[in-house]
């Protein structure tokens, strides 16, 4: 029999070493090594038995039948709602409001008649009966005070739950591996046991995890690659308004995008969000564009905002919130090359409203009108809605999804409207004010 073998491990990348280092020669963390022990198997027990293979075409495919939450904008993310044996994941930053949207969602299903056990190793069972209180949850939910894996296991395999919640994984612990919880061991070992519980019982599992500083998922990418569906819970916590998009579904799209607003009594649904991030938008203040973005396949009407100041400073501040520097400063050089305005002696502060963050290109439009009217002082017309790519060169650039976005603004009632020419055959929808194509950007700063 081999003995068994010890090996120290980086809980930020996963790199192994034979020995404890103070330095991880790959992600260059400091500390990060945790000592991890190993058993190895004899040999038989690596000889497999062989099993025959099954023709593709032999197959019989059945739709996945899904179980709505209640929640319909968590259900809009998971592609209709939850799928029998499935392990769906929501990470976020601590104190997003994860806790909060899969205990409403667990008050939702109980409610509807389905049974939820709720293991919490976060918060003691106090803590969270008063999180049920505020936010009017269900009575009928099985709450679990455990971090210990396998007594969770062994409930669940107990109570038979439809739909069974751990909060959160980094808390959860294997008993039979050394380490301290939430590194690369005990994560790897206990998202095992949970997808043997969603696959082999058919369970639902939704699993909470949190991500680091550099916004990746902690474990990391344990959980990820394990998981069935990860759902991405990004926001302020400044700000009311939280985005919950999938960026991996295995059992659905992931295009798709929910919109919370946080309040007293929990997270509640937002069906139109054009109308609540515009709602305080101010319509003759110099420096404010209307942006057209897309969030998935959703239309989303967001506010750019630009401040131009004279600068006190031999280096010019560049402050962005909401949207990348480096597009800021693009915009910027082709404002100075291709339209003749100055900012070498500004300070330039660039903000999106509502704590919404913007990364596609069609921006760029956007962010160049409301720039260049902060520098001019002059307001825009009230309803001026933009969006399109700029080249380095000043010419504009169609982006995808033009027809959605323009649809948008006609229903908000917004107008003028820039785009890039051609639009490549999109089609100008009934009751959109004056819908211009442009080619170049001095075009518009010109006029």
Partial sequence: MAKPRTEWRCQQCGYAAPKWLGRCPDCGEYGTFVEEVFSPMGSAA????????????DVVASGASRTPT???????????????????LLAGEPGIGKSTL??????????SGHSVLYACGEESAEQVKLRAERIGAADAIMLLPEVDAAVIEATALAERPDVLVIDS????VEPSLDGVAGSVGQVRACAARLMRLAKGEGMTVLVVGHVTKEGTVAGPRVLEHTVDAVLSFEGDRDHVFRIVRATKNRFGSVSEIGVFEM?????AGVSNPSAVLLADRATD???????ATV???????????ALVTPTYLQMPRRLAVGVDTARVLQALAVLER??????????VYVSVAGGVKITEPAVDLALALALSSARLDKALPGGTVAFGEIGLTGELRSVRQTAPRLAEAARMGLGPVYIAAPSRGAKVPVGARSVSSVRELAEIIGA
């Fill in 169 to 172: 994984i980094q808390t959860m």
């Fill in 102 to 111: 899969l205990l409403q969602a667990a008050a939702s299903l109980s409610t």
């Fill in 338 to 347: 291709r339209a003749g305005l100055a900012f070498g002696q500004h300070d």
């Fill in 46 to 57: 690596l000889t497999g038995v062989a099993r025959k293979p099954v023709r593709l075409g």
């Fill in 263 to 267: 309040a007293e009594d929990g997270l």
């Fill in 295 to 305: 969030e998935g396949t959703r239309p989303l009407l967001v506010e750019v905002q």
């Fill in 70 to 88: 209640g929640l319909a904008e968590f259900d809009r993310v998971l592609g209709g709602g939850l799928v029998r044996g499935s392990l769906v």
């Fill in 285 to 291: 203040v110099p420096g404010s564009c209307v942006l």
